[in-house]
């Protein structure tokens, strides 16, 4: 029911969600190690939602007979310069997780799978939200990163960022 090609590309996909999930836990575990465990938490929510992602795709590529082939993981960076250093990394990686499902569509488009192409429409609309928060969270770590008390506050924001499970339909 799906062809190699797009197989492949969804397991690279797979491996690209699970590696999210360490790149985010590294960065929860830096600002843990500052003391700062709302941002802590927050980035912790982004790496279940990452591994959620990951298991979406499993459990697809599986529904539709294709070849599921766990990838290798590369370790991700522990050491970064600062909040804002991470927030704007956050950023950058979720464009890249973007452009990558996009591929997938445009290459599902192009032999007309049209259940890959279904599918992967649920991560566009949650690549769309990510990138713009994302993006928010950058604009608001630079107004606060000099500002304890302003710093205090964001990091409570972020304390309240609870992890919810997609619905599954």
């Given at each position: ?123 566009i609309n949650e690549q769309v939200e990510e990138e713009a928060s994302a993006s928010q969270y950058v604009t608001k770590i630079k107004m606060v990163c000099d500002n304890p008390s302003a710093l205090y ?17």
């Amino acid at each position: 029911m799906i062809s190699e090609k797009i197989a492949t590309l969804i397991n690279e996909q797979i491996a690209h969600e699970q590696y999210a999930a360490q790149y985010y836990l590294s960065m929860s575990a830096w600002f843990s190690g500052k003391d700062l465990d709302g941002i802590a938490n927050y980035f912790r929510v982004q790496s279940k939602e990452e591994l959620m992602h990951a298991d979406k795709m499993f459990d697809f590529l599986n529904d539709v007979g294709g070849d599921i082939i766990i990838g290798e993981i590369a370790k991700p960076p522990h050491e970064f310069e600062n909040a804002t250093d991470i927030f704007e990394k956050a950023l950058e990686h979720e464009k890249k997780v973007t452009r990558s499902i996009f591929n997938i569509v445009k290459n599902a488009n192009d032999e007309g799978d049209f259940a890959t192409t279904s599918f992967m429409q649920w991560f566009i609309n949650e690549q769309v939200e990510e990138e713009a928060s994302a993006s928010q969270y950058v604009t608001k770590i630079k107004m606060v990163c000099d500002n304890p008390s302003a710093l205090y506050l964001f990091d409570q924001e972020l304390s309240q960022r609870v992890f919810v499970p997609a619905a599954t339909a």
